[in-house]
């Protein structure tokens, strides 16, 4: 028999309410201890709760019973609606520590539950742990798109598709001599396998979900004194960075994460690039502004006209317009002051449609890395077997398209990354 877990699933004490979820075979024996009762399912019910270590008075609230497997957890769970105070809490987290077979939640222990119990599969569990972390409206709206089981619904139409072209294959196999094997491939097969092939490449050229999840990353780079650090503090709106006319004074990266108009950024400050007179400290700084730089979604290049480094989109930007000496741009995409202000409305405008077409829209299922990686297996199957005129290495491809289809959804081979999965939700969830 599992064991019966406890946690606290509301906002941390003290608040209005303080709601306390209950999961497992003796979460109604758990409910029954602490009211004396098991009320009516699914409803609202008020209750007066007792330790029944030795009777005292916890809290009068509201409680619900909900019966598995119609919950979130596909278990047996109820809740306690508390008052919000942190002695309440903790006097009620006590209680049910002291009942047998009840144990305290791990992190992320109620989510695996329910993938495990199929109330939810792999992707929707992702999108959920992406919605928890959502901080701007674009993050949310796509997590929910993936919580709601968007990736999910499509994923299970596209397996439909394999073991339609399988079941066909199968039944060429089936019916073909022993000496005509290589013969008798279905007929389209080669161009439904093909047209499967070219969907999913499309959603593979689709925004990724990186950029949403961490923000659209814009690197400021240039030699020292170029006025990065000035630039950057006003582009986030705070004295993040120390600005000083002394060459050197930024040796390491700084990173704020701020929203533009709803659209995540990521805005980074560098050490400024040179060759000459930086010392040993200056010189890590200086190389870990070149990988800065290759890792961009976009550079803002405040240093020399064309001088920026290679590997990532780029613009020039002409700065410290304020100043009498200062670096000039024949073809400077814009000219800032980040001292005067100059400048930076019409820059900030300009950031925020252009990383809106690196980011999905709104709404959209946007794919990670893992699900970007089975996707991209899937493509290659399908479009090997459009390919095949052996019928046995084609079923052997449908076989291996599926095999990474059921790994994204979570049917199969999902055990060597749930822990790192559900690591990253609270307690309680």
Not at 229 to 254: H, K, Q, W, Y
């Amino acid at each position: 028999m599992p064991d019966t877990i406890f946690a606290l699933s509301s906002g941390a004490p003290p608040a209005g309410i303080a709601v306390i979820r209950v999961s497992g075979p003796r979460a109604g024996a758990a409910m029954q201890a602490l009211t004396g009762k098991l009320p009516e399912p699914r409803r609202a019910s008020f209750a007066r709760l007792v330790d029944p270590y030795d009777g005292s008075a916890l809290d009068e609230t509201l409680v619900l019973w909900l019966p598995g497997p119609r919950t979130a957890t596909g278990e047996d769970s109820c809740e306690f609606h508390l008052h919000g105070g942190r002695a309440v809490v903790t006097a009620v987290e006590a209680a049910l520590a002291r009942l047998p077979g009840l144990r305290r939640a791990t992190a992320g222990e109620f989510t695996r539950r329910a993938f495990a119990n199929g109330r939810i599969d792999l992707a929707e569990a992702e999108g959920l742990g992406d919605l928890l972390m959502a901080e701007t409206e674009l993050q949310r709206r796509a997590a929910l798109a993936m919580a709601g089981g968007a990736l999910s619904r499509q994923v299970d139409h596209w397996r439909g598709r394999v073991l339609m072209l399988s079941a066909k294959l199968e039944a060429a196999l089936d019916f073909s001599d022993d000496d005509d094997v290589g013969e008798g491939m279905p007929t389209d097969f080669a161009v439904d396998c093909a047209a499967l092939a070219d969907e999913l490449s499309a959603w593979l050229a689709r925004p990724r979900a990186e950029p949403l999840r961490e923000g659209f990353r814009v690197v400021l780079a240039g030699p020292p004194n170029a006025g990065k650090s000035t630039l950057f503090n006003a582009l986030v709106d705070d004295e993040a960075a120390i600005t000083a006319a002394e060459p050197g004074t930024t040796r390491d990266v700084l990173t704020r994460s701020v929203a533009l108009d709803g659209v995540p950024f990521t805005f980074v400050d560098t050490a400024g690039l040179r060759d000459e007179g930086a010392g040993e400290i200056e010189q890590i700084g200086i190389a870990r502004a070149r990988a800065e730089a290759t890792r961009a979604d976009l550079v803002l290049w405040l240093g020399p006209e064309g001088e920026g480094p290679e590997g990532a989109p780029l613009w020039e930007i002409a700065a410290q317009m304020d100043r009498a000496i200062r670096v000039a741009k024949a073809n400077a995409r814009h000219l800032v002051s980040a001292l005067t202000g100059e400048g930076l409305p019409e820059l900030r405008a300009a950031l925020i449609p252009y990383a809106r077409t690196a980011l999905p829209a709104p709404g959209d299922a946007a794919l990670n890395a893992r699900q970007h990686g089975l996707l991209a297996e899937v493509r290659e199957a399908m479009a090997t077997a459009a390919y095949q005129s052996d019928p046995l290495l084609a079923a052997e491809n449908l076989r291996l398209a599926r095999l990474s289809l059921d790994r994204l959804t979570g049917r199969t081979g999902t055990e060597d990354m749930l822990d790192t999965l559900f690591a990253r939700f609270c307690i309680g969830k």
